[in-house]
């Protein structure tokens, strides 16, 4: 299994700056895809960003030019770099993983439990 270990989330004021980070562990024989994405209630969870293991990035419309995703391979850890906060990026931001185990040739996503991030002054 894949174990992914989420820190970085809290309480920031509006045009703030947090840093996410997932670390992930476990049997993994390969990490395919890392992302961050994001929840409120009475909402479906939305992509916030993703990296692929080759570098490439994708990002939702509405955090481009004040987010910004990083991996690093070495240690099986994703960031996500969070700028000009606004009161509506506050969320439950959970990591995912699209991974693969050691023992396996099935690519599946894996969870983290969920990190709370609030904008408010």
């Known amino acids: 299994q894949v174990q992914l270990v989420e820190s970085g989330g809290g309480l920031v004021q509006p045009g703030g700056s947090l840093r996410l980070s997932c670390a992930a562990s476990?049997?993994?024989?390969?990490?395919?895809?890392m992302g961050w994405y994001r929840q409120t209630p009475g909402k479906e969870r939305e992509l916030v960003a993703s990296?692929?293991?080759?570098?490439?990035?994708n990002y939702a419309d509405s955090v481009k030019g004040r987010f910004t995703i990083s991996r690093d391979n070495a240690k099986n850890t994703v960031y996500l770099q969070m700028n000009s906060l606004k009161p509506e990026d506050a969320a439950v931001y959970y990591c995912?993983?699209?991974?693969?185990?050691?023992?396996?040739?099935?690519?599946?996503?894996?969870w983290g439990q969920g990190t709370q991030v609030t904008v408010s002054s």
């Open positions: 995912n993983v699209y991974a693969r185990l050691r023992w396996s040739t099935r690519t599946m996503d894996y």
């Open positions: 990296v692929t293991d080759g570098g490439t990035t």
């Open positions: 476990g049997s993994i024989g390969n990490i395919n895809r």
